[in-house]
Each structure stands twice: as structure tokens, then as C-alpha cells.
């Protein structure tokens, strides 16, 4: 399966990096102009918490770019609240999970994570799962189920996972999704976000449907993240669609530890599907 994605990765760098627009390759960010981003040597230093928490948004999004296949970008356009709470401990689903709620608070949406134990020298593996069947705006979700994977370092996270949802003929369709992006500090030493750039297929019964463009941008400030934004736009497929999820709140400490390896995730906010285009502003990342 690691392989498959291994090649699925090469295919989508290569198709991102050869487009063309007005017969000019794409370029890729400034930061890989002089070739690889190279991270030797140093670590974004996530601890278990983020990693979950970070896996659950990925996660959540992708539930929600199969929704969008399935029925149409313009028909589940909106935002759509949640809570997320992630203590990055091995084996305790319950205690690394994200809520989609209605505006009334009932539970729309649930997933949650199970962290497996660091390897050393090697990263970590966190599977997530739904906890059960959801229904966003008529349309029914179930059985997702996906593994992300950090490097050492965390400056790589490549994630598989597949989910069903039911479209407009009543039928439940198949999705997978793969994606590969890496995380990177900002180049001022004051800078204290932290950054991603990706990219994610999404397949149905294995065969190739759309493109995705993957970023986020994150506020770390004294151990813990303030604010987290992240940013998934359609490159190719049926028509433009953004999602993004914006959230905030300072990580919790457990029983008053100062250690960053001992906090929770802790933020609330909304998920946002729009029509908006690839290249349209972000507001979201500028205000912070």
C-alpha cells in the first residue's frame, strides 16, 4: 500500500509541477527554488497532541471532499461548527476526537484518533476513524477510516484513507484519498508560525477524480498553538471549491504540567466550504 502511495505521490508532484497555464510550467514556492527544503538536522517538534489533532482536520476535510464529489460544491457550501480535543495518548480514541455540531449543538460529525507509540528514529502512525454514520445536508457518510503517518522530524505527513458517502442517486460511493505535504518554520527566527504545502488525489474505486492543493498555517506561541488554519482548494475536477477550517483557542494543561509533551489541543471553530478559486485571497491567513 506504502508503495502505491510512494508512486501516487511522484505522479501528483510531477503533474503539479507541469501544468501549464498560458503554456509556463507552474512555479512552486520560493522556498524550493534552490531545490529541495531541506530540514537536516531540525524538527518542528510537534508533540503527540498536534500530530492527532492536525491528523483529525486533515481527516475531517477530506470526509467533507467526499461529500462534495458526491453531490456538488454549491450544494453543501456553508460552515459548519466543531470542537476539537486531542491528548495525542496511545489508544484512547476517546480522548483525541473532533465534533461537527449543528446549530442546535447536536452531533453532526464525529472522528476520532488512535495515536500508536512513536518508533524512534522513524515517526508516528495515527489512525482515525468515524465513530458512526453522519448525514450533512441530506447526504449520508459512513465508514471512514484512514492512517496518517509523521516522519521523525515532522516535516513529512503522508496520509491514505477511504470513506462512503451516498450521492444523489441514492447509491454509497467509494472514495480514497492521498496526500503528501510537509511542514516547515517560518525563515524569520522571530516567526512563530509554522507552515504547510501540499498536494491530494481523490479516487473513486481506485481511479483518479480530482486534485487538491493542501495548505495551513499555524501560531505557536509560548508551546502552545493559538490558531490553526487550513486550506484545501479543487485543482482539478468538476468546478472550483475551497474548504477551509479555521480554529483557535490555547492548548489546556494537564493537572497544571508545564511540559509541551503533557498538553491538549484544545480549539473550536468553524469548517467552511466555498465556491472560491485556487488563487482567490485568504483572509484567514492574514489576519493572524
Known amino acids: 500500500m506504502k508503495g502505491k502511495l510512494n508512486a501516487l505521490t511522484l505522479t501528483l508532484l510531477l503533474g503539479f509541477t507541469t501544468s501549464a497555464v498560458s503554456d509556463e510550467p507552474i512555479s512552486v514556492p520560493k522556498k524550493y527554488n534552490n531545490g529541495p527544503a531541506s530540514f537536516a538536522g531540525s524538527s518542528m517538534g510537534f508533540n503527540s497532541s498536534e500530530r492527532a489533532a492536525y491528523s483529525l482536520y486533515d481527516s475531517a476535510m477530506q470526509i467533507f471532499q467526499g461529500l462534495i464529489q458526491a453531490t456538488s460544491c454549491t450544494s453543501v457550501s456553508g460552515s459548519y461548527s466543531f470542537n476539537v480535543s486531542a491528548n495525542g495518548d496511545a489508544g484512547t480514541p476517546a480522548s483525541n476526537e473532533i465534533k461537527f455540531l449543528t446549530k442546535d449543538g447536536e452531533e453532526l460529525l464525529v472522528i476520532q484518533a488512535i495515536p500508536h507509540n512513536p518508533i524512534a528514529y522513524r515517526g508516528q502512525d495515527i489512525h482515525i476513524e468515524q465513530v458512526r454514520n453522519a448525514s450533512i445536508k441530506g447526504s449520508e457518510i459512513k465508514g471512514f477510516s484512514g492512517t496518517v503517518t509523521f516522519n521523525n522530524s515532522d516535516t513529512i505527513m503522508v496520509s491514505q484513507s477511504s470513506v462512503q458517502v451516498k450521492g444523489d442517486n ?42 487538491h492543493w493542501q495548505r495551513s498555517k499555524s501560531l505557536r506561541d509560548n ?36 511540559s509541551i509533551n503533557q498538553k491538549i489541543f484544545s480549539q473550536s471553530g468553524t469548517l467552511t466550504i466555498s465556491t472560491e478559486k485556487p488563487n482567490d485571497p485568504i483572509p484567514a491567513f492574514d489576519a493572524f
Not at 508551546?223 to 472550483?240: A, I
Request: hydrophobic content about 30%; overall charge negative; charged content about 25%.
Open 170 to 211: 441514492g447509491a454509497f460511493v467509494d472514495y480514497q484519498l492521498n496526500m503528501i505535504k510537509d511542514y516547515n518554520l517560518g525563515e524569520d527566527t522571530n516567526d512563530h508560525h509554522i507552515y504547510d504545502w501540499g498536494l491530494e488525489s481523490l479516487s473513486v474505486l481506485d481511479f483518479p477524480e480530482e486534485k
Open 223 to 258: 508551546g502552545t498553538v493559538k490558531r490553526t488554519v487550513f486550506v484545501k482548494d479543487r485543482t482539478v475536477g468538476s468546478s472550483s471549491c475551497r474548504i477551509i477550517i479555521d480554529g483557535s483557542r490555547s492548548n489546556k494543561l494537564i493537572n497544571g504540567a508545564s
